[in-house]
């Protein structure tokens, strides 16, 4: 059996694996997906569809209605990417508090696999382009996509830490997840420049086989099986992730009462979790499409660039900064939180009003403490809960930040389209709105939150002590 901080060095490792691999692939599809829509846009034409589609700053009238209908695409990729995620999701995290971690772990990297053949299929078949692609975007969310892995690595890193590091251990995870995306965005911007697409692709599925390998050779499960009778020992473990009753004990999370009204403190939470990524996800599409039109215009592979760059900053407050808020000045993670929401209404005001590369380079700057929101939020979460809900829990918040992905694609692509003529920073001014409302709803709980984290700190000590006296 391994020890609890190896098991968390794997963890991360494996995460780290995925997370590289899902953000080449994401990174290199959503450019992919936009330039398709134009080529098929002037299929017929093909010397006009090449010089067009490649020089589309030339012509701005055309540029904003392919920006509109590009807006449109990115809604369907969403839907197809994160909705089929969800109840699989939920399913999964009912299931890894009773059986194991390991299998949610493999599906969304078999998942990724199966898609990636897909898309290299579609690099092959001009004609079908889109129709491939949007079959392997199902793929990818009809195995769990980030969701259902996310959900349970964290469910891990709360199984292995005490209280008192909990924050710390899951801004560490948080951090493997930017700085893959960080490293993956980066070499999908280089291989797009340098190689081929199908090579791109190629590498995703080499580093989602290492980490299908690393998790089936070197994970422990740090949920103990148990067999409940002798009828169950020849049941299909893998059929007990589709077991109804699985979604039924994730709700009761929800719905049972809890000690000092703590469930009002969960809704809280996971609502201004639901708002945050709804703004994260409105703002990753936004960006594709503000960098590439007037007056930037930068080139697609650009957008790799400047998404490597958001998250290696925020890997680094993550790395340094955040040890330094919980355990050096030994914030609150509900101080930690307000931090963070602060952070990242500056960047939205400032980001509504770039004009310039320099611009959009130092708003990654000013939002990067913005990176401490999540760690902070899943710590709060897990310490309302019960120990052997932890999946249960993690399912939810990252089901409902699946759902937040669409929601705001739909919501802030549709603002995008309706003011890109006019003023095209709007959606970012409307997401700095939206977190001053977080701040509000935060405030409703705050007394609560302190008193809550305080009596988990005393817990946490004197399990320490009763550890040493033995």
Known sequence: MLSAELHL???????????????????????????????ERFLSEDFRNR?????????????????????NYL????????IPAIPLALLCGSYSDRYGRKVPILLPSLGSVFAVLVYILSDLVPRHRIPLIFCGLALQGLFGKSSVITMAVNSIVCDLSPPKNRTRNLGTLLAMNFIGVCIGSLLSGLFQDLIDLSITFLCVAILHGFSIIFTIVLLDETVPYSKDSGSNQKRCEICEVFRPSNLKEVISVLTKPRFLNNRRIIL????????????????????????????LNWPKSWYGYLVSLDYAVKGLCLFLVLPIFANHLELTDTAILIIGILCKLGRYLWAGFCDASWMVFASVAIGALGSVITS??????????????????????????????????????????????????????????????????????????????QNALLESMTLDLSYGSS
Request: net charge neutral.
């Open 51 to 71: 010089t067009l589609c490649a020089n589309l700053e030339k012509y701005p009238d055309l540029e904003n209605h392919m920006q509109i209908i590009s807006g």
């Open 268 to 295: 809280v939470l996971l609502a201004i979790s639901l708002i945050t990524q709804v703004c994260r996800a409105g703002e990753t599409d936004i960006n594709l499409l503000f960098i590439t039109r007037r007056p």
């Open 75 to 82: 809604i369907y990729y969403r839907l197809l990417l994160n």
């Open 376 to 453: 902070a939020l899943r710590s709060l979460v897990s310490k309302v809960v019960d120990v052997d809900e932890a999946g249960k829990i993690f399912s939810i918040m990252l089901a409902a930040e699946t759902s937040s992905k669409f929601i705001g694609s739909i919501v802030f692509l549709n603002i995008y389209g309706l003011t890109v003529d006019v003023f095209p920073g709007a959606a970012y001014l409307v997401e700095a709105v939206l977190y001053l409302c977080i701040l509000i709803i935060l405030s409703t709980v705050y007394r609560p939150l302190q008193k809550m984290q």
């Open 9 to 39: 060095v794997i963890v991360n490792a494996i995460f780290f694996l995925y997370k590289m691999g899902e953000s080449m692939l994401d990174t290199t599809t959503k450019p992919y997906l936009v330039s398709a829509v134009c080529y």
